[in-house]
T-cell receptor, first 114, second 116 residues
Framework: GQQVMQIPQYQHVQEGEDFTTYCNSSTTLSNIQWYKQRPGGHPVFLIQLVKSGEVKKQKRLTFQFGEAKKNSSLHITATQTTDVGTYFCAGRLMIKAAGNKLTFGGGTRVLVKP | DSGVTQTPKHLITATGQRVTLRCSPRSGDLSVYWYQQSLDQGLQFLIQYYNGEERAKGNILERFSAQQFPDLHSELNLSSLELGDSALYFC???????????????FGQGTRLTVV
């Protein structure tokens, strides 16, 4: 079954508001990556987190890796229409059966109301 | 431009047919991944190759197969196609660190397959 879960599946946000999307794994992750897919486009890498408790910022985006390295979050402040798209987290599960593959979450589709 | 090239961009075919999707990774990347994305769905991992060898397998159907050639390009073969196979198929490539871990994945534009 799905080993990396993302919530919410859909996020309707008023322009200017903040929101957070969450990524949870049933297994410890060696690292976590975040990607953004614009409508009609392909996933584009945003960032990678490796260390327990790591926090990284990219302008209005704040990424966090949990202390247990089983969850992550993406917080966007002052949402803009350019933030529209689907945000995926992807992790490398620390189990032998997973190999080195990236396991993607189901994504959070963000819609912005102007 | 991610540097990953996928062809064709669009493909329409009938049920029962067989198609081949092609991917050229970024120059120097040895790892190639294939993902399937159905309408409004997430990315389902199909298979990974590293330097010509299969490294990981996801929920790939027996009707599907893939390979990576000596020049590192990869092909995904889909046979006995069904309506439910209609989806966007992405190829991604990444390089490997000295520690043996793949870095971020660079995705191609995808091949949109429509089975009618």
């Amino acid at each position: 079954g799905q080993q990396v879960m993302q919530i919410p599946q859909y996020q309707h946000v008023q322009e200017g508001e903040d929101f957070t999307t969450y990524c949870n794994s049933s297994t410890t992750l060696s690292n976590i990556q975040w990607y953004k897919q614009r409508p009609g486009g392909h996933p584009v890498f945003l960032i990678q987190l490796v260390k327990s408790g790591e926090v990284k910022k990219q302008k209005r985006l704040t990424f966090q890796f949990g202390e247990a390295k089983k969850n992550s979050s993406l917080h966007i402040t002052a949402t803009q229409t350019t933030d529209v798209g689907t945000y995926f987290c992807a992790g490398r599960l620390m189990i032998k059966a997973a190999g080195n593959k990236l396991t993607f979450g189901g994504g959070t589709r963000v819609l912005v109301k102007p | 431009d991610s540097g990953v090239t996928q062809t064709p961009k669009h493909l329409i075919t009938a049920t029962g047919q067989r198609v081949t999707l092609r991917c050229s990774p970024r120059s120097g990347d040895l790892s190639v991944y294939w993902y399937q994305q159905s309408l409004d769905q997430g990315l389902q991992f199909l298979i990974q190759y590293y330097n010509g060898e299969e490294r990981a397998k996801g929920n790939i159907l027996e009707r599907f197969s893939a390979q990576q050639f000596p020049d590192l390009h990869s092909e995904l073969n889909l046979s006995s196609l069904e309506l439910g196979d209609s989806a966007l198929y992405f190829c991604a490539s990444s390089e490997r660190t000295r520690q043996g871990l793949d870095t971020e994945a660079f995705f191609g534009q995808g091949t949109r397959l429509t089975v009618v």
